[in-house]
């Protein structure tokens, strides 16, 4: 080699050095061919041997769904996902409460070449929270907003004042609202996978708005798509805040290819079971720890993990584990409330949040979970899987200000299920706390 | 009291003083790369294994920041932060390197005293 081409191969390497993103090449089953310094910073951490350099096993139990994606990705060309958010850990207090997040770009540049990028967007993440917050109660009102109708109600959640357009657009009178709740506005028999007016009104309590799509009932018209969105008046205390009303608005829209609803659920949700994702639970369980604090009603979770489940691959494919992953999460989700979120946040590890809810509570409701699980048959081609679960339960203990402790006991005590035996449920022991 | 036998300066078992007090052309004679650092991170020690495994001259490393500049990869709370956090620090850490970009597994020496002004990265390939 010449010397002007060693040199130049030396500022191309140097070039490499110094940049700021991760750089990944990996052949479509996940096997990483060059790395630059930058992903290697960001990757060395979420490595757990014996996992070789394989991209898609080290990032399992992050974002499982990097792997579908590629599987499905059929074009020979393109961006298989853009600035996919990965949340590795929730906030603790020596991250000043900051969650760790990576974004990762992965881009097809042959039949069996990809170019993946990763960030940390930690900072960013953080940011964006503070401002979405703001911008999601704005965006919500000034969407082309032709009429929309007000509603105020009091502490309690009855009606107590009513705007014209309202009355208008309802087609009901001040006396037919006034001292009622939201329900006048439900059919009488709505489907049962329906959030109740109570549920929506403690969602808004939690999260300081809710936001729902559906049909609404008028007096002697039809009934009409809208948008409800509650929001919370709260006056600051000497102690805490206190509701001292909702503020409600509802908007006739015309129901769009995308239902706002759809949009949550395409940001909160994991893309192969429609579970909630990793970061919709870290954001869920960070509020339910404040409210925890404040108010001191119970919290507790359970962490669950499908025992053997790499053999289920292993034995039947991975598209057989994919439906395996589904049917265990539709079997859980039917069994809870509308309060409690049930989250995939690994490969095949689930996290349950039980807001209410004692050791005593969440023992009963893993117990319940477990047998489902045992009795589930999940029929692939000729085969009939059958798997079982192992289920860890913790309670959240006072001063648990953030979800990361909470979240360590429960799986402390799903390894123990592990260690016993499986298809068992665990508690935590109290007054166990976390080491280093 | 320098015990120059070959188990001392073996690479899991020989001390922060020993390094301290080993000459250049000692240190060069490592089977394992040695990079000593100052209590801000400035490399100060840069041996001559460690520069040909690298493929790294001395002169370009020497004086600037080892995580910052040389070594980015290592970078994070795994060992750039573990070095700088913990006052006394005498562990292996099993770590992945990029040398020219592709995966390179290596054991990683970290030491640090509080009577050294200097904290010393081992590198065994």
């Known amino acids: 080699m010449s010397a002007e081409t060693a040199t130049e191969n030396e500022l191309l390497l140097q070039f490499l050095y110094a940049c700021p993103v991760g750089l990944v090449e990996i052949e479509a089953d996940g096997a990483i061919g060059m790395i630059n310094p930058l992903a290697m910073q960001l990757m060395v951490p979420l490595m757990r041997p014996p996992q070789g350099m394989n991209f898609f096993d080290i990032m399992e139990p992050y974002a499982p769904e990097l792997r579908n994606l590629v599987e499905e990705f059929t074009a020979l060309h393109g961006e298989v996902c853009s600035n996919l958010r990965i949340f590795i850990s929730p906030g603790t207090k020596q991250s000043g409460y900051l969650a760790h997040v990576l974004s990762c770009t992965l881009v097809r540049l042959a039949a069996d070449r990809f170019m993946a990028t990763l960030s940390d967007v930690s900072k960013v993440v953080a940011q964006e929270r503070r401002l979405g917050e703001a911008e999601v109660w704005f965006s919500s009102l000034l969407d082309g907003v032709s009429d929309f109708a007000v509603l105020s109600l009091d502490a309690q959640g009855l009606i107590d004042g009513v705007s014209a357009s309202a009355l208008r657009q309802t087609g009901f009178s001040n006396e037919d609202l006034l001292g009622k709740t939201l329900d006048v506005f439900d059919s009488p028999t709505p489907a049962t996978s329906a959030v109740t007016v109570t549920e929506q009104i403690s969602l808004a309590c939690r999260d300081g708005w809710y936001l729902i799509e559906g049909w609404q009932k008028r007096k002697d018209l039809p009934a009409d798509w809208c948008q409800r969105l509650i929001a919370v008046r709260s006056e600051e205390g000497e102690e805490d805040r206190t509701v001292t009303g909702y503020t409600v608005i509802l908007r006739e829209v015309v129901r769009q290819k995308h239902d706002a609803l759809e949009l949550k659920q395409m940001l909160t949700r994991d893309h192969l079971t429609g579970a909630s994702n990793r970061a919709h639970f ?132 799903l390894y123990n299920a592990k260690q016993m035996g499986r298809n068992m449920v665990v508690l935590a022991v109290a007054g166990e706390v976390p080491g280093e | 009291m320098l015990a120059t036998s070959v188990e001392v300066l073996e690479f899991s078992k020989i001390s922060l003083g020993e390094l301290m007090s080993l000459s250049n052309e000692a240190i060069d004679a490592l089977p394992f790369g040695v990079v000593g650092l100052s209590r801000e991170g400035v490399t100060e020690v840069y041996s001559h294994t460690e520069s040909k495994l690298a493929g790294i001259p001395p002169e370009s490393v020497l004086g600037t920041h080892f995580f910052l500049s040389t070594a980015q990869c290592m970078n994070n709370f795994m060992v750039a932060q573990r070095l700088d956090d913990e006052a006394e620090l005498d562990t292996v850490v099993d770590y992945v390197l990029t040398f020219r970009m592709r995966p390179t597994p290596i054991r990683l020496r970290l030491l640090k005293k509080a009577e050294y002004p200097r904290s010393y990265l081992l590198i065994q390939r």
């Open chain 1, 282 to 413: 870290f954001e869920i369980a960070g509020r339910e720890c404040s409210r925890f604090v404040r108010y001191g009603h119970s919290l507790s979770v359970v962490a669950l993990d499908i025992d053997h489940f790499k053999s289920v691959n292993d034995t039947y494919g991975h598209a057989a584990g994919d439906k395996v992953l589904r049917e265990v999460s539709r079997r859980c989700m039917v069994l809870l409330r509308p309060a409690d979120t049930f989250a995939r946040v690994g490969g095949e590890e689930f996290m349950v949040l039980l807001p209410g809810t004692d050791l005593r509570g969440a023992r009963l409701l893993a117990e319940r979970l477990r047998s489902a699980l045992e009795n589930m048959t999940v029929s692939y081609g000729n085969e009939m899987i059958t798997v079982t679960g192992s289920f860890g339960c913790a309670e959240a203990v006072p001063d648990t200000s953030s979800p990361a402790p909470l979240m360590e006991s429960a799986d402390r005590a």
